[in-house]
């Protein structure tokens, strides 16, 4: 299940306790956390020294981040459970740190428990549109296309101006049978996006080319050739491309 927009959690900029701290933990924090994207291994190793020089919980969260960037999915899975339950951080930036333990378990393909750990978070920040997206897509991978609707539903209403969750909810329409609202959905992802969105294309192209709309299903997928001709979104749109034409041929 390809979602680029999930990963992102991973970079967010944990809070620390106000007043107390000062400026340059909370500094640090940001800082390894920051590496932990750009260079995995020397995050670790920077986070394991700051452990033991008092930096505590952020230090743990940031060895956990790397964790997952090293691809160490299992190891990191358990270290963010653990600190979100352990943690005497507010109750949003704990249910973060279950939504990207989440991450690691849909990497490892363990289902249910990205869904428990999702489903926990949502306890504590009830109010995060991101968690009900990032349930949204465990949903979709277990093939609960009407489960994942309903939170992109509660996504949308938290926050109606966001892109992704209409592209979402636009394929779990779709794998329902639900061209119809799922074309408006897409429609609404793109129009949100300004046709910079490559994944709102690419849901659009589909529903275009299901509903008969050849030339408007080929002007989205070129589209998103210009906007990124790489990874695994300008991949499908070529793959799509290339059936329509050879079904074309066919005929």
Same mark, same amino acid.
């Given at each position: ?6 990963? =992102?959690?991973?970079?967010? =900029? ?21 590496? /932990? ?10 986070? &394991? ?16 981040? =790397? ?27 704990? =249910?973060?740190?279950?939504?990207? /333990? ?13 869904? *428990?750990?999702?489903?926990? *978070? ?18 979709? /991978? ?74 408007? /299903? ?27 034409? &050879? ?5």
């Amino acid at each position: 299940m390809h979602r680029p927009f999930f990963l =992102a959690l991973l970079s967010f =900029a944990c809070g620390l306790p106000l007043a107390a701290e000062p400026m340059d933990y909370r500094q640090e924090y940001v800082n390894c956390l920051a590496l /932990a994207k750009q260079d995995a291994s020397t995050a670790y190793e920077h986070a &394991v020294g700051w452990q033991g020089m008092g930096g505590g919980d952020a230090a743990k969260h940031c060895q956990a981040v =790397a964790l997952m960037y090293l691809g160490k999915h299992d190891e990191a899975a358990y270290r963010l459970e653990a600190l979100a339950m352990s943690t005497m951080l507010p109750a949003p930036k704990r =249910a973060e740190m279950l939504a990207q /333990a989440a991450q690691a378990q849909l990497m490892l393909d363990n289902l249910s428990q990205a869904n *428990a750990d999702l489903t926990a *978070a949502l306890k504590l920040d009830a109010r995060n549109p991101d968690i009900y997206i990032d349930r949204a897509v465990v949903m979709f /991978a277990a093939g609960d296309y009407g489960g994942a609707v309903k939170d992109l539903d509660a996504a949308i209403l938290l926050s109606p101006k966001k892109a992704e969750p209409y592209a979402l909810r636009a394929a779990a329409k779709r794998f329902q049978d639900m061209v119809d609202p799922a074309l408006a959905d897409a429609e609404q992802a793109v129009s949100l996006s300004g046709g910079k969105y490559p994944e709102a294309l690419l849901e659009r192209g589909i529903l275009r080319r299901l509903k008969g709309n050849k030339a408007g /299903a080929r002007q989205d997928w070129l589209a998103i050739l210009s906007i990124n001709p790489d990874g695994e979104t300008a991949d499908n749109a070529r793959r799509n491309l290339e059936l329509m034409d &050879v079904k074309g041929a066919e005929k």
